[in-house]
């Protein structure tokens, strides 16, 4: 028997082998033990889910047909999942029609084999996504690296993937801005921010740096920034775009409002919407109070300023108040 041929490694790479039945899986799992791989087993969709979700292997090889969640509905969640889309799939099948092998690349699939299964051909295959994948990987890393640094410095990273608009990574502090402001959870992107992106993608494709968006929670701003593609997938249909997020405060900005005229801080928060533009109505609602309420808190700020309208008080408000 020619001996098989294989990636050099300089460090075990991690293959997951998914299939029902163990007596497919024997003769390519020796061979890639014997080459150098990890290898790891998975005998149903459910199993290989999880072992993939827990281990992140480098390549998987899944069957296609299996009872319970076959291989492409296995394939779907891993892409689904932000921690294992990266996970080069290779379908292994005895499926040779077209419209099975379009499915299979439809669910995620990288590659494909057929069976029954030749150790050579699958780890020949395996080699060039191998390749692809520590290339992606690496990038992953340097690109880690500094959207950590980033979040240590008030900043908050995401990617968002242009081809379907998933949210594919985010840093802890970006998780809880997201949820705060937006309410949404991966891989969700929020509806405004991804229409901020899709609109704006000619200018930073051309590298003109697009206008922000800002988003408003109350006197909590959150303004998102777009950085740069991250990497352009192979079919050539965009890659992951990074964005910045911060977020900013008004809250000195009562105080000093408070301070200057002598306010209290519920007076403060409302000639603070007044000068945002915002009328009773819509103060009300922010501060959970009613039209009437509001009413009564501007007479006595319109008082305490020395003016009649709520146009003179805001004007007043933005002359004195450095951040308005």
């Known amino acids: 028997m020619a001996p098989t041929t294989a990636l050099p490694l300089t460090d075990a790479l991690v293959v997951l082998i998914v299939d029902d039945v163990p007596d497919n899986v024997a003769p390519l799992h020796d061979a890639l033990d014997e080459a150098g791989y990890t290898v790891l087993v998975a005998l149903d969709g459910e199993s290989a889910i999880r072992r993939a979700t827990q281990a992140l292997p480098d390549v998987v090889l899944l069957d296609a047909v299996m009872p319970g969640i076959d291989g492409f509905e296995v394939a779907r969640r891993l892409k689904a999942q932000p ?5 080069p799939i290779i379908f292994m099948t005895g499926l040779t029609d077209t419209e099975h ?18 150790p050579r051909e699958v780890m020949a295959r395996m080699g060039v996504h191998l390749r692809t994948a520590r290339h992606v990987r690496q990038g992953a890393v340097e690109q880690g690296q500094a959207r950590n640094a980033l979040d240590a410095f008030g900043y908050a990273t995401i990617t968002v993937r242009e081809r ?5 990574w985010q840093t802890p502090l970006a998780r809880d801005l997201l949820r705060r402001h937006c309410g949404t959870e991966a891989p969700a992107t929020p509806a405004a921010v991804l229409q901020w992106l899709r609109r704006h993608l000619g200018d930073a494709r051309e590298l003109r740096e697009p206008p922000r968006l800002t988003l408003e929670s109350g006197p909590l701003r959150l303004t998102f920034r777009l950085h740069q593609c991250v990497g352009d997938e192979p ?8 964005i910045v997020m911060q977020e900013t405060s008004d809250t000195s900005v009562f105080s000093a409002l408070a301070a200057a005229f002598g306010l209290t801080a519920r007076e ?13 109505r819509d103060i009300g609602d922010i501060l959970g109070s009613s039209p009437a309420t509001v009413k009564k808190h501007l007479e006595r700020i319109h008082a305490k300023l020395g003016v009649e309208t709520r146009t003179a008080a805001a004007a007043m408000a933005i002359s004195r108040v450095q951040g308005l």
């Open 235 to 242: 079919n050539g249909e965009g890659g992951d775009w990074l």
């Open 83 to 87: 921690t294992t889309a990266h996970i």
């Open 268 to 280: 403060a928060e409302v000639l603070y919407w007044v000068v945002k533009g915002k009328i009773n």
């Open 164 to 168: 379907d608009g998933r949210l594919m």
């Open 101 to 118: 092998l379009v499915a299979a690349l439809d669910a995620g699939g990288a590659d494909y084999v057929t069976k029954p299964i030749k």
